[in-house]
């Protein structure tokens, strides 16, 4: 009865394009959050830990000293062999690599307890040298 309603009112045709927009949407997000994703870069270099990221033609750099880094580095899991390593506090909520409570860090980074390992290190100073060098 109520779609009978609906149809001779012509609301379904009415709903359907917000429900359309909805769903382009919903298909959309993930692939671009893939492509924000592939444009950034994590560094970590004998001084300092580095976010590179070139999305949308907008080049940022963002980097963090070992000194302004929390003593103990944190990870979350998010499942499937990702996680957030998270080691610095107190930052700005606005940045892409913060979360709602000021924790920054790389994000989305695969096997991240070997990325907190390789991070430590370089900290502690046994950086390994290319054999080049």
Sequence with gaps: MLTAVAVRNDWIDQAAQPLMMLGVAMVAAPLVMLLHDLQTLYVITDRRAL??????GRRTVSQTPFRAMDTAFEILDIGGGTGHLNFASGRSTRSPDTDY?????????????????????????????????
């Design 51 to 56: 976010i590179l990221r070139t999305a949308w």
């Design 101 to 133: 409570t000021g924790r920054y860090g790389f994000r989305c980074v695969r096997n991240a307890p070997r990325i907190r390992g390789i991070l430590e290190g370089a900290r502690a100073g046994k950086v390994r040298r290319s054999p080049a060098q």
